[in-house]
C-alpha cells in the first residue's frame, strides 16, 4: 500500500492547496487535492453538489475520495476542511503524518474572502467560520501528528517548517 508523504487538515483559508503546492514541490512529490478528487467524481463543483444533491451527499463522496487518497497518493495530501468531521477518516488516518495547519479567524476571513465557491460560507462568512473553527479545532488537533501555525506567514515559511519536521 501506498500512502501519502504528508496530509495536511485544516479549516478553510488555512492555506492547506498554496501550501500542499509548494510543499509537493519542495518535496519532489506529486500533490492532490481530495476536493479536486470530488468535483472529479460528481462531474461538478463542490457548490453544485451541495445545491443538487446536499451536504450528505457531499460527505459520502467524501468519505470515499479520503479513502481512496490515502491508499494511493505517494505524495503530498490535502483534506477538504470538513474531512475530519467523520469518524470514518479520522480513523484512516491513524498511522499517517498528518499536519494541521491552524489558523485563526482573522487571518481565515482574509484569506477566504466572502466564501465565493465554499457552499458552507455562503450566507454570513465571518459567522460561519468562526462556527467552523470552534466546531473542528478539536478534530484537526486529534488527528494531527504536528500542528503548524500559518497566521501572518507566507507560505514558504511555513513549507520551510514543515519540511524541518518531515526531516526530523
Request: aromatic share 4%.
Amino acid at each position: 500500500m501506498t500512502k501519502p508523504v504528508c496530509v495536511l487538515v485544516g479549516a478553510p483559508g488555512s492555506g492547506k492547496t498554496t501550501v500542499g503546492e509548494l510543499l509537493a514541490g519542495a518535496l519532489g512529490v506529486g500533490f492532490r487535492d481530495t476536493d479536486h478528487d470530488i468535483e472529479a467524481m460528481a462531474g461538478k463543483p463542490i457548490p453544485e453538489i451541495f445545491v443538487d444533491e446536499g451536504e450528505a451527499h457531499f460527505r459520502t463522496l467524501e468519505r470515499a475520495a479520503v479513502a481512496a487518497a490515502l491508499a494511493s497518493h505517494p505524495g503530498v495530501l490535502a483534506l477538504g476542511g470538513g474531512a475530519v468531521l467523520a469518524e470514518e477518516n479520522r480513523a484512516a488516518l491513524v498511522g499517517h503524518t498528518v499536519v494541521y495547519l491552524s489558523v485563526e479567524l482573522t487571518d481565515a476571513v482574509k484569506r477566504v474572502g466572502l466564501g465565493a465557491g465554499r457552499p458552507l460560507l455562503a450566507i454570513n462568512p465571518r459567522a460561519t467560520l468562526k462556527y467552523l473553527l470552534d466546531q473542528r479545532r478539536p478534530l484537526y488537533a486529534e488527528v494531527a501528528t504536528a500542528t503548524v501555525v500559518t497566521d501572518g506567514r507566507e507560505p514558504d515559511d511555513v513549507v520551510a517548517e514543515i519540511v524541518a519536521l518531515l526531516r526530523g
